[in-house]
């Protein structure tokens, strides 16, 4: 799961909006929640940002007037990620809007169903959705930004995985299941793009509920986290800012940021 309130605000200095800053990153699902935390960390540092959304173009509206405050530049972009036919086209507008690329967040991500997501319940197609957008399109949002980042010589990828691709929950099958294979994707293409692109992942636990979570479901989860709290968006946001400037020595590396739920 992606944390209920924030509990804190980064304070850094204030960037130039008119020097090149420290370069342009593409945050997938970035209006909202951890995407929107993570567009602000990233602009915090430097970044200028390609927000892409799905179907929140007010929250995305209100995240990008933010990253304008805090002096770095914003492109919405809209796209169904579900359809991965739209990834090149994606990434393609970050770079009109900014002449370069230099890394690519795949925050986007489906969580429920809504037919169920056990064994008996879920069906094919489904499955397949789960897969589209868990997967499949993180795949093909780094195979569309291979071609700009080699260009440049560099790149950064950075994927949000779960904790559950190792803890699976029997209640969320496909979900968990896309979020281990999005792991082992992240492995491969460190081991693939070394050593001109690093690509790592951040493992988030508790760090937003869903809407509907009761007051008695989300204690009963917390109770099982060591630090005896949720996280939240801005905690998850910080460690993608650090990969987003991490030495080029780290790599293929799955961050868990989960209270210690997955000791």
Not at 25 to 47: E, S, Y
Not at 126 to 145: D, G, K, Q
Not at 173 to 179: D, E, H, I, N
Not at 183 to 211: C, H, M, S, W, Y
Request: net charge neutral; hydrophobic share 45%; with cysteine.
């Amino acid at each position: 799961m992606h944390a209920v309130e924030s509990r804190r605000t980064v304070e850094t200095t204030r960037p130039n909006p008119d020097s090149p800053g420290a370069g342009v990153v593409l945050v997938t699902g970035g209006a909202r929640r951890v995407g929107r935390a993570i567009c602000l960390a990233a602009a915090r540092r430097g970044f200028d940002v390609a927000l892409h959304y799905h179907c929140s173009q007010a929250d995305a509206a209100a995240t990008a007037a933010e990253i304008e405050r805090i002096g770095r530049r914003c492109e919405c972009i809209p796209g169904d990620l579900e359809d991965v036919a739209n990834a090149p086209a994606i990434v393609d507008a970050a770079i009109r809007a900014f002449g370069r690329l230099d890394a690519l967040v795949n925050n986007a991500s489906l969580f429920r169903l809504p037919g169920g997501d056990t064994l008996d319940q879920v069906d094919v197609g489904a499955w397949s959705r789960m897969l589209r957008v868990n997967l499949i399109a993180p795949a093909a949002l780094c195979r569309a930004a291979l071609g700009p980042f080699k260009s440049r010589g560099r790149g950064r990828i950075i994927n949000l995985c779960d904790i559950s691709a190792d803890h699976p929950w029997p209640a969320h099958l496909s979900y968990c299941a896309s979020k281990a294979a999005l792991v082992n994707l992240t492995k491969a293409l460190a081991r693939a793009l070394a050593p001109q692109i690093q690509v790592n992942a951040v493992a988030p636990g508790i760090a937003e509920f869903p809407d509907d979570y009761s007051a008695a479901t989300r204690q009963r989860l917390v109770s099982r986290v060591p630090a005896g709290r949720a996280g939240t968006p801005e905690e998850i946001a910080e460690v993608v800012g650090f990969l987003l400037d991490a030495p080029d020595y780290l790599t293929g590396q799955i961050i868990a940021v989960d209270g210690g739920r997955s000791l």
